[in-house]
């Protein structure tokens, strides 16, 4: 019983040939254009990396790069397929190697739907990966002069801005470290000894923040030292100003732009698995189309094609027996003898259940 | 004696009359991109439109778009009209319609030229309203509850974060206005008092700027206030006090980033402009080619076209007449057919004095 049969005369494959060309190079435009997406979204994430503390959301971009060049080749080889597809002499090179085309345009699919599914399945990892290097960005804020860490505080500030978040969780992750350096304390000052004295570390911890925690949304200019203490400054109240700093923690804005960003390219990717499917779905009838106009007497006859000769569960009992044999081939030598002894004894067995039941009927 | 004749024979003329269909359809997409670049330039102004005190630099977008739009509907005509030309039957269609094109295209690229320098000639203009909109947007710069005024601060921080400047000429702008609001003074501290006392005019002034003016790139957590006094900050030397905060002034900033867009902008428009005036002379040629071609009465002949009929001399000298004899057209002529009572009136004077002079 073949599955999804359709009846081709030769201006109906000749059409075929036709549109799949055009699909073909439309679908290598799509490879060209998932390729670009994906050295968009390492870009993205390359400019944030310091403050990122593994590379396991790598894979996403990763796998986009390959499986777009890999896309581009394969629907490349189909429209030259498609070309020759045509003419009887030249396609029977093609034959051998459609069945790898197959398979490999599968795989293609396989992982671009991975890559959609793993974008949402990694968030979590980005958050404690984003968690871990903002901590650490905030730790060592300060250190402007140790060599390999002297730009965290300009990646901070300008981090803090652009993407309008202050802190890890919030704007009072910044009180509990140490963000003043030592170089510009005053250490004879009451209020610096106090300060220090107070805590067990012998950090000089306060209740401020950096400048660009600051919003340029407040209507007052912006308060950066003494937040929780309400006398410090006038007609304020510590627990209802909200505009003064930005309220949002710039893991949470980090891991939101990066899931939009994701989310966005969602549909497209989707898309492209479509067009795909297309073409080698297209692709496979045009192949057992013109296989079967080529097996006829008069090659310009009509001819069936179809998705599979067989049935589905057929052809899955055919394959599986293709591959036990080719992995028993490839297992006869080692073992040699016992094997032959095993069929054998098989053999035996058969012919004795066989010999059993005549007695009895 | 003409200018530039050149001799046509009618192969020419129908590979002119293809070439300049090809050049007006480019014409049309070079339209396209002024009309773009008007946009663009409109766009930017208007983003930062609330430090800028007037809006008159907005016409050089506006001039911009005028003549973009203009191009594309003058040189889709064009392309049409060239198309017809290569056959002399068709371009009789077009005759009368000519003449205005070729003035019509003419003006149009003297207009594109005059675009190209008034992106050059603007600078100095925008550097006035510049200076004036930013010190108007300082000083209301705490009018934050001010229905009308309570975005400028918000505009002017995210000037300052964005070109990375301070105040209008440099940071001590901000040591010369009330920048803290009056709402958020307590003004029964000895102080503020103190402080207001100071100045003739009652205002709040400190030396400090507000949080945007801080550089990220500076080594040591920002310092906003007390900046004339250096010794208040602990080891606040002059290394630190240069990178503390930004050193350019944002009319300046403002202006660099208006020049480099004007400047690429106005080089692209002389492009567009040469490229117009070569397509203008083709399709004078062409006209005047056809134009003979018609007057010698057989089509397969050639002609010849110029630019200029007469010299330049003589040309100018008959379209002056023209334009002088244009307000003369209800004057008398000598035309013997019409009334003239004043002539009738001379003659009998006349002859008056000639009895006067018999019978005297």
């Not at chain 1, 944030?48 to 890999?70: F, K, W």
């Not at chain 2, 402080?195 to 709040?204: D, I, P, Y």
């Amino acid at each position: 019983m073949v599955l999804l049969k359709m009846k081709f005369n030769q201006q109906r494959r000749v059409r075929l040939a036709q549109g799949l060309w055009l699909l073909s190079w439309l679908a290598v435009m799509c490879g060209a254009f998932i390729f670009c997406l994906g050295v968009y979204l390492k870009t993205e994430l390359l400019r944030r990396d310091e403050v990122m503390e593994n590379t396991e959301i790598h894979v996403v971009p990763n796998i986009l790069m390959m499986v777009g060049l890999a896309s581009i080749g394969t629907n490349w080889v189909a429209t030259r397929v498609c070309q020759d597809s045509l003419d009887a002499s030249r396609f029977p090179r093609w034959k051998v190697l459609l069945l790898a085309w197959f398979v490999v345009a599968a795989l293609l699919c396989c992982l671009l739907l991975a890559v959609v599914v793993l974008s949402y399945a990694l968030q979590g990892r980005l958050e404690e990966s984003l968690k871990v290097g903002l901590r650490n960005g905030i730790r060592f804020y300060k250190d402007t002069d140790v060599p390999g860490r002297c730009f965290q505080k300009e990646t901070f500030d300008r981090l803090q801005m652009e993407f309008r978040c202050c802190g890890n969780n919030n704007f009072k992750d910044w009180f509990e470290v140490q963000w003043v350096s030592g170089r510009f304390l005053d250490y004879t000052a009451q209020e610096v000894k106090d300060r220090i004295r107070s805590n067990v570390d012998g950090r000089y911890l306060l209740d401020g923040v950096p400048f660009s925690c600051c919003n340029p949304a407040s209507p007052r200019p912006c308060l950066q030292y003494h937040l929780t203490d309400n006398r410090a400054h006038f007609n304020y109240d510590y627990l209802s100003e909200d505009l003064n700093l930005y309220s949002r923690g710039c893991r949470q804005a980090l891991t939101d732009y990066y899931m939009g960003l994701m989310n966005s390219t969602g549909p497209g990717v989707l898309s492209v698995i479509l067009i795909q499917v297309s073409v080698i779905l297209s692709l496979r009838y045009l192949q057992t189309a013109v296989e079967g106009a080529m097996a006829l007497e008069n090659p310009e006859g009509d001819s069936e094609g179809y998705i599979l000769e067989k049935g589905v569960k057929e052809t899955f009992e055919e394959v599986k027996v293709k591959v036990l044999t080719m992995i028993k081939l490839a297992q006869v030598d080692p073992e040699g003898v016992p094997d032959e002894a095993e069929a054998e004894k098989a053999a035996d067995t058969a012919t004795e259940k066989a010999a059993s039941p005549t007695p009895a009927s | 004696m003409s200018v530039g004749k050149v001799t046509f024979t009618k192969v020419e003329r129908e590979k002119l009359a293809e070439v300049l269909w090809l050049l007006n359809w480019i014409s049309v997409v070079t339209g396209a991109i002024l009309l773009g670049m008007g946009l663009f330039l409109k766009m930017e102004i208007q983003k930062w439109q609330e430090v800028m005190s007037e809006q008159g630099v907005l016409y050089v977008p506006h001039m911009l778009i005028t003549t973009g739009l203009a191009a594309c509907g003058i040189n889709f005509l064009g392309g049409k009209i060239c198309l017809d030309c290569a056959d002399t039957n068709k371009f009789l269609r077009w005759k009368l319609v000519m003449m205005p094109y070729v003035i019509c295209t003419f003006f149009f690229t003297a207009c594109i030229l005059a675009g190209a320098l008034m992106c050059y000639s603007i600078r100095s203009q925008l550097e006035e309203s510049l200076f004036l909109g930013l010190r108007h947007s300082m000083r209301y710069y705490k009018d934050t509850d001010t229905p009308g005024r309570c975005y400028l601060k918000r505009t002017l921080d995210l000037l300052q974060i964005q070109f990375q400047c301070c105040g209008n000429t440099g940071y001590q702008d901000w040591f010369q206005i009330q920048w803290i609001s009056s709402r958020y003074l307590d003004l029964r501290s000895v102080a503020v008092v103190d402080r207001l006392r100071n100045n003739v005019e009652g205002k709040f002034l400190m030396d400090s700027v507000p949080f945007s003016c801080c550089s990220p790139l500076s080594p040591r957590p920002c310092i906003q206030q007390q900046l004339n006094r250096p010794l208040a900050h602990f080891n606040f030397d002059q290394q630190s006090q240069h990178l503390n905060l930004w050193r350019r002034g944002c009319r300046q900033a403002l202006l660099d980033h208006y020049t480099v867009i004007m400047q690429s902008i106005s080089l692209v428009v002389l492009l567009i402009w040469l490229f117009e005036l070569l397509v203008l002379t083709g399709v004078r040629y062409l006209q005047t080619a056809m134009e003979n071609v018609i007057r010698v009465g057989d089509p397969e002949s050639e002609s010849e076209g110029w630019i200029l009929e007469n010299s330049l001399a003589e040309t100018a000298r008959s379209n002056f007449n023209i334009i002088k004899n244009l307000g003369k057209c209800y004057q008398v002529d000598d035309d013997p057919n019409i009334d003239v009572p004043a002539m009738m009136a001379e003659q009998e004077i006349k002859s008056e004095q000639v009895q006067v002079q018999r019978t005297s």
